[in-house]
């Protein structure tokens, strides 16, 4: 697989298979035992960050750094596409997203602060994009962490991005100073839904 592996998953399920994400916009299903790869998609405007599978293994989200879209892969028809899921996502940071009540919900943090929810298990890939059902104004900053309490309705949001600023400043306006302000904090959110 060509390219730097960026993220790596394994299916939750018995099938002995792994997918591989690369900065070179690729995912690779590979198979356990020899570590052989079934299939190379090349996919994403901007390099993979995060890949997940879904907990019968069928199928398989994939997320990119600069990439607005979330995929949705169906496992056993490899490189078919079963559905995009819109985000706000216009940095180089790895933004995460999670599933959770069986897929029920899938949720991706944004660089606008927020945490957007959208249905995990009907798909129509004829729609432009799948329809939001939520979105949580969670932080200040962009969330780049989101993950689900396993058994409890618990969300965990994290935010944070690294700022460049300009030392060099010929106002002493104190509006200026308040832009600077970064939020980088962890919250665990209760009935998130």
Not at 67 to 82: A, M, S, V
Not at 101 to 122: C, I, M, P, R
């Amino acid at each position: 697989m060509p390219g730097i592996i960026s993220c790596i998953a394994f299916s939750k399920t018995p099938n002995g298979i792994y997918a591989a994400g690369s900065y070179t916009k690729f995912i690779g299903i590979f198979v356990e035992s020899t570590n052989e790869p079934v299939c190379l998609i090349q996919t994403h405007k901007g390099g993979l960050t995060h890949l997940m599978f879904s907990s019968d293994g069928n199928r398989l989200y994939s997320g990119a750094r600069k990439d607005p879209e979330l995929y949705c892969w169906d496992i056993r028809n490899p490189g078919k596409l079963l559905q995009i899921f819109k985000r706000n996502v216009t940095n180089n940071q790895r933004i995460y997203f999670d599933l959770y009540d069986n897929e029920k919900y899938l949720a991706s943090g944004n660089n606008d602060g927020t945490v957007s929810f959208w249905n995990g298990t009907e798909f129509d890939i004829t729609k432009e994009d799948e329809p939001l059902l939520y979105s949580l104004k969670s932080h200040d900053d962009c969330v780049n962490g989101v993950s689900f309490h396993p058994t409890l309705s618990l969300l965990a949001t994290s935010s944070g991005e690294r700022k460049i600023y300009s030392t060099y400043s010929d106002s002493s306006d104190e509006s200026e100073n308040e832009t600077r302000k970064s939020d980088i904090s962890l919250k665990i959110w209760k009935h998130f839904l």
